[in-house]
């Protein structure tokens, strides 16, 4: 049978210990690791886990799986940098208008797509996306159309006349990134350890059960949203800033929302650590398949380049990189339906089953 | 077997050696993802290049990334290209889009950037020292086909549809702006989301608008859409403009009942009497089966400018700089200079080419200093 | 006599032109059980999702403790005091058995610290705390019928619906429920509950409604209903024709 | 006037083809209650069959439907029996997402063995047209509409005909009760998923002609046949070739719509979307079950 | 007179809610045997470990002398059992001949469709006046008398009929139950699931009576009219 978590007291503090830990690793690592590729990889590592975490909130805990979610990062992106770039307002004021208006835009949608239940809230969360994504594309005269907009500068942070940073080196978004992943990772912890966690859970798992139990569904759904809506966006208002370029080919397409879906899946669905498991694997694979560094490695163990083998890997494999994500993800859907942690989980768990009966 | 994979860990994070100081140039390029297949005429334009610098004897070192057609994996490339792998200088980026992050983020670097085909105005306004481009820019492409178009005769209306993207958006509003100043009345405008497999409602509102030029900013197969089913609904005008990109593709050209005539713009043609553009054009097709589109010759160019610079810059990077500002080259793409203009940095003044397709073929037809040939005025009519 | 706690009024549930339930009326006192019954499709739960606000009424009225609940949602009639437990038992299979129960109880507070203590409470109750920490969808079935009732106690009702709570338990279960209802009403709690066994259903109800197609058929004392005809026709079938 | 009349005709031309794709997924939703997210894919694969048994063996497009329809059938019903299969009770998103992965792999592979190159496939006709008092019609166009009407004839006739046909039907209404009827419901949904990937191929032979070909083409399509499918009630035949063609005419004449346009027009077909999600989820003609 | 069918020690759950105990039922050539008691007895559980629609963990399945256990649904039904499921299951989107040609659909059934067909509509004069009608649209009663004529299309040896009575009018009742007399008359051995308890004790020659998945009482039809502890099993008096 299986029996879920509690382990004893003394080990309960574990994991924070080790979150505690991992997080003074991280602070320290700009410190220790020069390399702006590493860091910038891991900013990249940060921004997955960021819009990870904050499905999760909404897919993961309340099991509403919207297939939208590039809606809210598009407008969280869009809104920070359209009021930088054309009204001058600096992004630390101008973010809290872009996830104010990615809860707004999440209340309407909520109120429109939570009434649908399985396949149609999907499809219904792809089409809303959709509609905001051609509306940014024809609406030329506020967002820029499909120019897109190019930013031409971060402001410095200042408190009072101190100049906290300038923004001109990895290690300021290094830390608002980690900042940023740790916050939701945090609210993760929170939701899940509040009434809303069990509010959300419980109407993932059985809405009608929940609403018998007292639980306005409708609310906690959007509730949910909230709170998701208004981390994704921060995490587009975060790639925006960070990549100093927003077009609604790249920040607003089915396949934004589709890969944001895939960090959670990936990982493991409603755990708080799931995100961060996907945002490990899928991240740097797509980094190394990308740049060939695969075909590289095996070269410098001695594989020959110029041999048939060699020549078809460095022709081909950076070629394949988005087909091996595909097979990646029907194996992980077909093998590990719940995800790499999961697997991971029921793996530990047989083994140690195993060996008390051994 | 651990140690094994421990091995290749280490194989895969830490950095090569360097060896004896080849000339180590990075490349971005869109592979994969909505954009490669204008991305493989940029791979295949650098690999000739390749050869022929090698050739030369430069010890050539190239390292391909691919952006996948998204900014921030183009911003992956460069802080890897320019951290990890060390590269005196990059070649890149394809899309506008991809460029502009990747611009900003080599210029931080001060890693010299070679710009072979993005045409976006601003990527060489925004007073970076670093960046560098050899294509023309989209106000160009609209230009000259409008100086064109005046000096065959006239024309009173102008009908401007393009694709709803960054080219096709900046392609159209200089249109527009370079029509008006020239008293041509603008009687139909509107983007199109590319992709759609029925233009037929739009072309049928352009006919109803009788324009006497017809422009339009569209990649490839939409191009050849395009003009196919004008060709259904009987559209004619004075003359069809095709700003580059789709218009200017031999498989354009070659789909004959619906090319001929039709004008484009375009950075470069196997036929233009630029020193080795015809070579390069047959090379190219014999190498890799088809005549090359002039993104093929800008990348070409592009990297040729590159490596030459770096291989007298010896790995320095302000070096390379500076000898890119302050050289000068000839080659297939005609002259090749960087310089500072109407608020532009490191811009090379391209010379455009207009061309029609008579029979299947491009002919090179304006400016008259580089034409080969007559040009077919006004449009002839569909052939029944 | 003290006022009913709950009031059934002529109400009516139409499915299309299919009558589920037609015309049904009946109350209930504070502290009773009320058993009912009827054969497959008599419309009993139909009639629980009328009363708990899964489907309102095509007509006629509930009350609860004097107050028209029409219209109101399911989540709004457990604030008000009235729960209910489902026919086919619908734990929330991948969280713990106490989190379960803590849902249940977060409806009365907003404290994880006091809802844990009310669902420990609860679990004490049904005799379930030594499965606190076990997923709720690996339980064997009897437990899982003994969480589901922990878990609407921990919203703290004032009435009790509880369906078909000893569907598919073995005898020894069947009594450990039958004890803990009688516990319950001893209480105070006011239950009504459907129940397929006739010997459970009359040895705790004191009243007993029989529905048959849709329709109340009979309403008495156990005792009445077992000797009632109608009632052994519905269930037996015409003994003559 | 004419603008309108010339979009109305060149909307119900390509809405037959429409009709096709979204008939395809609502077959397999209709079967096994699965959505399939790679079907624009399986509809590129027909397009890349269509276009090399043209250039490689000079076959008319319109005639290889006749090679392409089995080939793609027997794809369908690998990927029923190796993959679908294994999720048939799976969580509905594990199921979305397995066919999002199976679309990557088709398109990506695709894309490695022919390139991303944008493939054009021209024949005598692809540009010609038939005039109608002033009116033009594209001759593939019409081709291919005739040929859709005649598929569909053909599709109706076998699901309400024969005996496969109904119990492909009897599958879709109520798996058990087929099952007591001695169906073999795995062997359906197998049929059922072969022929949703022969209708998407097919659609994909009968556009070639008239579009182009690369790997990544199928996604549009994809996004086109759930509102297709969506308006016409999930599982519904007569409510996909009804979405179809209206899919085709409001896309037409939004283009042609003040204020609208060809930048718009899509954002119109996925208002509507949502429009009858909300007011009509079981979609325009109710729920009617193939 | 030979068995049909056999069931021996049958044991079946649902995930870890057990609803079969050792459940022993014989069905012999020729019989109408009836499966009476409450809600959650087990009834249709028992008549679907026969139509393999479930499957059981343990127990023996014979018919005719072969082995149930490692066949599907389908070949059931291709060795002549058919059963009609509670709830009358017909495909409500397609007409009444549409679901008799589905009753037919075993390939060894086909060509005796026409004289099937023939049949039903005799047995059956209300269906054959609704021939073109969907079966969505029908009454309770008709959809029961499609169901059971779509069972009699696979010209069934054992018919396994569950709860035909349900949810109709009583003269619909009596209706169905001389219809059941007749079939059998035919020809056709009948499994019988009913809640109808007197109505169908009558017209069966044996009767099993289960609670809570256990055979508790069986004997001959007739006899088990008079039995005290019938009444008892339903109303726990």
Known sequence: MLRARKPARGLAALPLVLAVVATILLCLFPAVVSSPYTLHVMILIFLSVVQGESWNVLGGYTGQYSVGHAAYFGMGAYVTIMLLQFKGIAPWYGMWAAVAAAIVLGLVIGSITFRLRGPYFVLASIAVAEIIRLVTLNWKEVTNGAEGILLSGVPPLKIGETVITDWSSKVPFYYAGLALAVLTILVNYAVQHSKLGYYFQAIREDQDAAHSLGIPLARYKNIALAISAFFTAWSGAFYGLYVGFVDPSTVQTVEVSVSIVLICIIGGIGTILGPVVGSLVLVPLAEALRSNLIADGLFALGLDPTSRTGLFLKENLAHAHVLIYGILVVVVILFMPDGVLGYVKAVTRKRATRTEAA | MQKRIASMLAALLVPALAAAAPVKIGIINSMTGPQAPIGESLTNGMKLAEEDLKAKGIDLQLVWEDDTGKPQVGLSAVEKLASRDNVVGIVGAYTSAVTNAVAKKANDYKVPLVNPVASKEEITRQGYKYVFRVSATTEDYAAILLDMANSLGKAASIAILNENTDFGVSGAKSAKAIAEKRGIKVVFEEAYSPGSPDYRSTLSKVKAASPELVFMVSYVADAILLMRQSREIGLSPKAFLGAGAGFSTDKFASEQEISNAVFSSTQWTPSASWPGAKEFGDRYQKRFGKVPPYHAANAYAALMVMADAASKAGGDREKLAANLRAGKWDGIFGEVKFQDFDGYQGQNKHQMLVEQVQAGKFVTVWPQKFANGKAIYPFPGWKK | MSAPILEIKQVYKLFGGLAANSDVSFQMEEGMILGLIGPNGAGKTTLFNCITGYYPPTRGEVLFQGKRLNGLEPDQVCKLGMARTWQKVRPLAKMTVLDNVMVGALCRTGSLKVARDIALEQLHVVKLEHKNGFLAGGLPIGERKKLEVARVLATKPTLLLLDEVMGGLNPAESDEIIQLILDLKKRGLTQMVIEHDMKAIMRISDRIVVLNSGAKLAEGLPQEIVSNKDVITAYLGDALE | ?290 | MSSLLQIEKLNFSYGDLKVLWDVDLTVNQGEIVTVVGSNGAGKSTTLKNVSRLVRASSGKLVFDGQDLHALESHQVVERGIIQVPEGRRIFSEMTVVENLRMGSFVKSTRPDREKNMERVFTLFPRLAERRDQLGGTMSGGEQQMLAIARGLMGNPRLMLLDEPSLGLSPLFVKNIFDIIKEINRQGVTILLVEQNVLQSLRISHRAYVLETGRVVLTGKGEELLRDDRIKKAYLGA
Do not use: C
Not at chain 4, 8 to 35: C, D, K, N, P
Not at chain 4, 204 to 227: C, E, H, M, R
Not at chain 4, 259 to 273: P, Q, R
């Open chain 4, 1 to 290: 006037m004419i603008v309108f009349l010339q979009s109305l005709l060149s909307g119900v031309l390509v809405g037959g083809v429409y009709a096709l794709i979204g008939i395809g997924l609502t077959i397999i939703f209709g079967v096994m209650r699965i959505i399939n997210f790679a079907h624009g894919d399986l509809l590129m694969v027909g397009m890349y069959l269509t276009f090399f048994i043209f250039t490689l063996l000079g076959i008319d497009p319109f005639l290889s439907i006749l090679v392409s329809i089995p080939l793609m059938f027997l794809l369908g019903a690998f990927l029923q029996k190796v993959f679908i299969n294994r999720v048939l009770n799976a969580l509905p998103q594990n199921q979305i997402l397995l066919t999002i992965g199976l679309g990557l792999v088709m398109s990506n592979t695709a894309m490695l063995l022919f390139t991303s190159d944008y493939r054009i496939l021209t024949t005598s006709y692809s540009s010609g047209s038939v005039s109608l008092g002033g009116l033009s019609i594209s001759t593939p166009l019409l081709l291919s509409f005739l040929i859709t009407a005649a598929i569909t004839a053909f599709l109706y006739w076998f699901l309400l005909k024969t005996d496969i046909g109904q119990a492909i039907r009897a599958t879709a209404q109520d798996r058990d009760a087929a099952q007591l009827m001695g169906i073999n419901v795995k062997r359906m949904s197998v049929l059922a998923t072969g022929l949703g990937a022969a209708l998407a191929g097919t659609a994909g032979a009968l556009i070639s002609p008239t579009y182009y070909i690369y790997p990544q083409v199928g996604s549009a399509f994809t996004l086109k046949a759930f509102v297709i499918v969506v308006l016409g009630g999930m599982g519904s035949i007569i409510g996909a070739t009804m979405g179809g063609i209206i899919i085709g005419v409001t896309e037409s004449l939004a283009a042609v719509t003040p204020f609208i346009g060809s930048g718009l027009k899509e954002a119109v077909v996925f208002l509507l979307f949502l429009l009858v999600l909300l007011f009509r989820p079981a979609g325009l003609l109710g729920k009617s079950r193939m």
